[in-house]
């Protein structure tokens, strides 16, 4: 491909879905709106400012501490953050880093070498840096995993009690079309909103944003649409707003139960068909158990939600059809199982499982995929390999492994010691921006002997590693766009040469495996572009033998973009329909082979914090806990303006755009003499950061809400102590596990104070 044609224009696609790219003599200049898109992204936007950024890594870099320090343990650990970094030439630096893997699974065991690697990375099938980096580590003998994501990883691991399913599976394969939600469903009631600025993105990419445009439809059908959520703006305009205070969702969902029940209103032939130990459940429903009904009134103090409000809600919900929706944020806390699975119990109660419109759904608005019901072509994903080390941790519990070796944990009825960990190999995450607690992690960070990192970026992350080499942004290489979740389909073109001395993580990973004697396991002998062709090849086969005719890769690139016809209109038959039709034939995956409302299976881990059945437990920090240090619920979406921490080098630049902004009621502002613009300090005992105040009455008064995203540290250093120069919301938030059941992130679990920074 010529890169250095005059002026060029291509399309691409994204995590945030296809864009065009305009480049001149080699150089990416701009970014424009993808003519397929009926809503397009803004987030591309900052795409030619980042990929030229200052902060890009030009070379391969040693931590000097490291460089110098003696072999082995003494690598002057403490200077992570700290020291400044030495280039090297790429053969130099490729023998010590091959050296050093080396020596760790030599001396440790690959069962010392982390490579969990959390992060989104970018798009792009083939040159998925997480997929790349555990082919290679399963190439030199394997390596600790992690199991989740800090998405959903609570719900991955409650969802298959209750269903019997992956939750990804029910998820992404079993959730009715925003199509068929228009056409059946009366009632949206949605927990935690279905947010618009979320399903910009989707892993792998969204094409054509939808999801306004069928809020819009919903509105003019009618439909009653309830947003259930700390925040007004976490739906669309024009739905209702029952304001809820986070980490208090069971509460009312159990009250919304307890109305069913007491109303007569609850559908108990659904109940006995379908699901199994209601009969255990109701008695601590109704009271009976703890001398406490689960009435509206008794849920009103805990979620601020009146009393008369959550019966009208109850009764509505029990007239028509009606959809349950969860947002992944509602298990992203402490016991976050307990929205969950409650939710479930209440949909069951309900009667609408399996049926058109109805029932629970999950994820919807998260990510913009999810509502979009596609045929499913199998192919374009790399295969990892085998891995020899069977250790995995749960994703979110990487400090404690760092801080804990051997010492046990539970994890969804098992017990085990943490591993050993000596070397942590990261390579498309940012852990200094996605993890809970920094200045925590910051402590753990110190404890392996070596830490790698391949990034494009200098970000916190890169700034804590001791050997950093800089890899190719996906303009920089050819690749193969698809999502599962979107019905188009791209070459993504090298569209500029690689800035600086970036390399692709494939090629990085080659040469450190023929370095140690792996380099055929790894690349069976393919380049990277032989690879796109064979990756493409299964996929090609794939879609013919479904009757869909796709042009060969040279067509493809070619064609740059092509749409398929693999979108399902109209209903598609789930694991939960065929479940409704024949329960017998087609029981679930479970014990009992239905819905559990009641789980023997939990309820013999004999956890108090996961017991057999959902129940109301209330998080360590959340406004029923509030003391005057710390008086307000901090949560943390996700950022409108980027995906995470990509591309914030580009957007901090902008004059006044950090840091970032504070959601705050007026009410709250004005006992603390905060007006509009203000810079902020938003404290607790963990961390501090700064923020602009954001007055608005869009939130409740004591709930701040604070994006994720901004760049810990910002150019270096942010001990324990100091204030967080743009904002990161993760110096605030709490590192402990959702429950010793899912050990999900509990990035919702924060209280904070705020107060002027003068
Ligand atoms: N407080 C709080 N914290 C949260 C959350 C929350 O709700 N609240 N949400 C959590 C969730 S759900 C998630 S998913 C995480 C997200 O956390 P991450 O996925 O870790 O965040 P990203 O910023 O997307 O990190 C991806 C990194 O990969 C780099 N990268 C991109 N392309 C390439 C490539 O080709 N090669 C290499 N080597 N690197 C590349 C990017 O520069 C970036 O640094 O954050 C979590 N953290
Ligand atoms: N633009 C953009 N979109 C993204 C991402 C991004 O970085 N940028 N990240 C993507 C990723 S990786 C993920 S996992 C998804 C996450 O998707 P979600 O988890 O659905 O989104 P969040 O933004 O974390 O939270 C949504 C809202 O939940 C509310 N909330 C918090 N706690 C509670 C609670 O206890 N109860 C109730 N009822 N509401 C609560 C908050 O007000 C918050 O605004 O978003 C994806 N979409
Ligand atoms: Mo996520």
Redesign the pocket.
């Known amino acids: 491909m010529d890169s250095s044609a005059p002026r060029k224009t291509q399309v691409t696609s994204s995590?945030w879905g296809a864009f065009e790219v305009i480049t001149e003599n080699g150089r990416l200049i701009e970014t424009r709106p993808f003519s397929g898109d009926p809503n397009p992204s803004d987030i591309p936007k900052a795409i030619p400012a980042a990929v030229y950024h200052r902060s890009r890594v030009a070379r391969p870099s040693f931590r000097r501490g490291w460089l110098e320090g003696r072999e082995g343990t003494d690598r002057n650990r403490q200077g992570r953050g700290i020291d400044d970094y030495v280039e090297l030439p790429w053969d130099e630096a490729l023998d010590i880093t091959a050296q050093e893997i080396d020596r760790i699974r030599k001396t440790h065991g690959n069962s010392a070498i982390f490579g969990g690697s959390?992060?989104?990375?970018?798009a792009?099938r083939f040159?998925?840096?997480q997929s790349?980096?555990h082919r290679f580590l399963n190439a030199i003998g394997g390596y600790v995993a992690s199991f989740g994501?800090?998405?959903?990883g609570c719900a991955q691991a409650i969802i298959p009690h209750v269903f019997g399913v992956p939750f990804l599976k029910y998820n992404y394969g079993s959730q009715d079309s925003w199509d068929v939600i228009a056409r059946h469903t009366d009632t949206l009631v949605m927990f935690g909103g279905i947010n618009t600025k979320n399903a910009q993105v989707s892993m792998g990419g969204v094409t054509e944003h939808e999801t306004a445009d069928w809020f819009a439809r919903f509105r003019d059908k009618g439909m009653r649409l309830v947003n259930v959520s700390p925040q007004r703006s976490d739906a669309p305009e024009g739905c209702d707003w029952i304001a809820v205070r986070p980490a208090s969702d069971t509460a009312l969902m159990l009250a919304l139960a307890h109305v069913l029940e007491s109303e007569g209103l609850s559908d108990h032939d659904f109940l006995d068909r379908y699901t199994s130990g209601f009969d255990r459940f109701r008695p601590y429903l109704m009271g009976e158990t703890d001398g406490q009904p689960k009435s509206p009134e008794w849920a009103a103090p805990l979620c601020g939600v009146g009393a008369d409000a959550i019966r009208d809600l109850a009764r509505h919900m029990a007239q028509g059809r009606t959809l349950i929706t969860m947002a992944?944020?509602l298990q992203?806390g402490e016991h976050g199982e307990q929205p969950y699975w409650m939710s479930a119990v209440l949909a069951a109660m309900l009667g609408q499982i399996g049926l058109p419109g109805g029932g629970v759904g999950y994820g919807y608005g998260a990510i913009g995929g999810i509502g979009k019901t596609m045929q499913r072509i199998e192919g374009l994903t790399l295969p990892q390999g085998d891995n020899a080390v069977s250790e995995v941790i749960p994703v979110a519990r990487i400090a404690d492994m760092l801080l804990n070796p051997g010492v046990p944990y539970d994890f969804n009825g098992n017990r085990q010691p943490y591993p050993d960990i000596r070397l942590v190999y990261?390579?498309?995450?940012?852990?200094f921006?996605?993890?809970?607690d920094l200045h925590r992690l910051e402590q753990a960070w110190r404890q392996p002997e070596t830490i790698i990192?391949?990034?494009?970026?200098w970000?916190a992350?890169?700034q804590r590693a001791d050997i950093v080499?800089p890899?190719?942004?996906?303009y920089e290489r050819e690749d193969i766009g698809f999502s599962p979740l979107d019905e188009y389909l791209f070459n993504m073109p090298a569209l500029i040469p690689p800035v600086h001395e970036a390399r692709?993580?494939y090629d990085i990973f080659t040469d450190l495996a023929a370095r140690m004697g792996a380099e055929e396991t790894y690349t069976e002998g393919r380049s990277s572009e032989q690879w796109l062709r064979h990756l493409y090849g299964t996929f090609h086969a794939n879609a013919t033998k479904a009757g869909i005719d796709l042009p060969d890769f040279d067509g493809l690139r070619a064609q740059n973009w092509l749409k398929m016809p693999v979108r399902e209109r109209g209903e598609v038959k789930s694991f939960l329909t065929h479940f409704r039709d024949d329960p017998e034939g087609r029981a679930l995956d479970t014990p009992s082979g239905r819905i559990e409302i009641f789980s023997e299976r939990i309820d013999g881990f004999g956890y108090d914090d996961c017991p057999g059945h959902p129940v109301w437990l209330p998080p360590s920090e959340w406004l029923g806990a509030a003391e005057s240090a710390a008086p307000l619920h901090l949560?943390?979406?996700?950022p409108g303006d980027k995906?995470?921490?990509?591309l914030?080098c580009a957007l901090a630049d902008m004059p006044g755009a950090r840091p970032v902004a504070l959601a705050i009621h007026p009410t709250a502002a004005k006992v603390r003499g905060i007006a509009q613009g203000d810079l902020l300090r938003v404290f607790n005992a963990r961390g501090a950061a700064r923020a602009r105040a954001h007055l608005t009455t869009d939130i409740l008064p004591d709930v701040v809400a604070m994006p994720?995203?901004a760049w810990f540290g910002a150019g270096g250093g942010n001990a324990a102590g100091t204030i967080d120069p743009d904002g990161n919301?993760?110096v605030?938030?709490k590192d402990v596990g959702t429950s010793r059941l899912g050990q999900g992130?509990s990035?919702?679990t924060?209280l904070v104070e705020v107060a002027r920074l003068d």
């Open positions: 995590h959390y992060g989104w990375s970018s792009g040159h998925h840096a790349q980096v994501s800090y998405s959903t992944w944020s992203r990261w390579a498309g995450g940012n852990p921006h996605h993890h809970q990192v391949n990034e494009p970026w970000t992350t890169a080499f890899a190719t942004t996906p692709d993580d949560v943390s979406p996700q995906l995470h921490s990509q914030e994720t995203g919301p993760n605030l938030t992130a990035a919702h924060a």
